[in-house]
């Protein structure tokens, strides 16, 4: 796969200089590359820090609009659907227009989204303004990507890819602390305001210190009904992974909507080769490496997000913790990712992507099953080893399956690149989420009624069964008030114990998938397109 690879450097008004930009074609802030790195982790920390802190002020938010348990859903799935239905066309619009511009509009829109929330008085205005969130968010996190791959020259690429991980995981991971404060001290509001200064920092450090960088062959025109059709494939394949848990995986309304899912796809797949600029060059993900990135970044996240899911349950539900203690619990996990990631990006310059990823892979495969066999009485110590060991693991992933996904597209395309990245990301957890929780929900299921006659506790209709099975499959005991205190003891050790068996086998699936990519990452080689931005940004 080739490209043209000259730059065109533009300057705060977008006007094109005309001439190729070279190692030092500006001075002082403009352009330095580990300045735009450290704006563009301001502006990515925002969005990864509301993947997660959002879930700690939804019971506060329910309690305080008045909002049932299906509205507070709609708070993570419209921003979720949002999010994953427009990242290639945002990638595209920064291919398009410069991804300085589609950065800064992101920056901008998703503070003000957030201030929105905040000042919101419905659930109704929440959900809206999440859907906005999740819009301007798409256009920041491709546009993110595309900025370091036109900045940093090859032999330094990994390295900025590997600090951007580290945002992203550290991020991801502290929100439940953060978010946990917040709400505890201040308000569930505060958990979106905080995003408005550190979005004006970011838009700042934009104005400030961004370049512009757009290939001399990006794409002049958009590809319309593309569009429409993969956004349409998007939506039906994400709505159906979010509602089957609810609706159920036999349920013809699942299959209808994966079904049409397939046909748009494949629709949109005859019409790329049709059509003279596509949105997604079909030639690109002839890319064999591309496109085991892209599949070794979903099924990483199938691994990571969907067994990650349940942990927070096991420790807030089964051991008792505020969600400041499961947070701070969580610090194996994100410590390692921090101290891993720049490592990971040093390994990978040197010795290409295959080894770091294969072994990061089979870390979390190792890592997933040591969860497996945790329990009601696993110590804070055991379960810090396998935390750390998942931090160890994802850190070469995170930043490996990155750079082979873009450094393996043409410049011209890196917008699309990054849109794919974190699209696979975003597919592979809900689709993680919706299986294991599936695989959970089956296990509870199955084992429930049998530990519940094993303990001797009254006989339930099957209305009473329904209804406990979905308290254990979070780790809740469904205890009824007025239950005298030894049935209490009872009901609460089956549910534990049962909630357990689910989530041994939810990991145990999860370190089958983490297995798979092993294989997956073989097929993986360091990007061939790497240099087309070398060198653009002054070090």
């Known amino acids: ?176 602390i953060l978010g946990g404060v917040l709400v505890e001290h201040v308000n569930w509001q505060s958990v979106f305001f905080i995003n408005v200064p550190v979005g004006v920092l970011a838009l700042v450090l934009g104005l400030l210190i961004l370049l512009d960088h757009r290939a001399e062959n990006a794409p002049r025109s958009f590809d319309i009904p593309g569009i429409a059709l993969l956004s349409g494939a998007m939506f039906c394949l994400v709505w159906a992974l979010i509602k089957a848990p609810d609706w159920g995986w036999g349920d013809g309304r699942t299959w209808l909507f994966i079904v ?42 199938i691994a990571f997000l969907g067994g990650l899911f349940f942990v927070t349950f096991y420790l807030q539900n089964v051991h008792g913790m505020s969600p400041i203690e499961a947070g701070l619990h969580l610090l194996p996990l994100t410590g390692m990712m921090i101290v891993a990631s720049p490592v990971a990006g040093l390994a990978i310059t040197k010795l290409g992507p295959r080894i770091p990823l294969a072994g990061g892979m089979a870390a979390t495969a190792i890592a997933m099953y040591g969860m497996s066999t945790l329990d009601t009485g696993t110590g804070s110590g055991l379960m810090s080893v396998w935390f750390a060991l998942l931090g160890l693991g994802l850190a070469p992933v995170m930043v490996g399956a990155t750079e082979v996904i873009v450094g393996n597209a043409p410049m011209e395309l890196s917008g699309v690149a990054g849109g794919l990245q974190q699209a696979a990301m975003q597919i592979g957890g809900s689709l993680g989420t919706a299986v294991l929780g599936a695989v959970m929900a089956s296990k509870v299921d199955s084992d ?22 979905e308290a254990v499959q979070v780790g809740v005991a469904p205890v009824a008030k007025g239950t005298p205190e030894p049935v209490v003891a009872k009901i609460t050790q089956v549910a534990h114990d049962t909630f357990i068996s689910g989530m041994s086998l939810a990991s145990l699936v999860a370190a089958g998938v983490a297995a798979v990519a092993v294989l997956v990452a073989l097929l993986t080689k360091r990007g061939a397109n790497a240099e087309a931005g070398a060198g653009v940004g002054h070090i």
């Open 260 to 301: 049409v899912s397939m046909v748009l796809f494949g629709l949109f797949a005859f019409w790329e080769t049709k059509v003279a600029e596509p949105l997604i060059p079909l030639g690109l993900l002839r890319s064999v490496p591309l496109s085991a990135g892209v599949v070794l970044m979903a099924l990483m996240a």
């Open 1 to 176: 796969m080739t490209s043209q690879t000259a730059i065109d450097a533009t300057g705060p008004g977008g006007k094109a200089s005309g001439t190729p930009s070279g190692p030092h074609s500006t001075g002082g802030l403009r352009g330095h590359a580990w300045l735009t790195l450290l704006t563009v982790a301001v502006g990515v920390m925002m969005v990864a820090l509301d993947g997660t802190i959002v879930a700690i002020a939804n019971p506060a938010i329910a309690k305080n609009l008045h909002a049932s348990f299906s509205d507070v859903q709609w708070i993570t799935n419209a921003y979720f659907l949002a999010l994953a239905v427009t990242l290639i066309t945002a990638g595209k619009l920064g291919d398009r227009f410069g991804h300085r511009q589609t950065f800064l509009i992101g920056v901008t829109g998703f503070a003000a989204a957030s201030g929105a929330i905040g000042l919101s008085h419905s659930i109704a205005a929440v959900v809206t303004f999440r859907v906005f969130q999740g819009l301007f968010g798409a256009l920041l996190m491709p546009a993110a990507l595309g900025l370091l791959r036109a900045t940093f020259p090859a032999e330094k690429l990994n390295m900025a890819i590997g600090i951007w991980g580290m945002v992203i995981g550290a991020s991801t991971a502290g929100g439940p």
């Open 448 to 469: 429930l009624p049998g530990n519940w006659a094993g303990a001797g506790l009254p006989k339930l209709t099957p209305a009473q069964l329904d209804q406990a099975s």
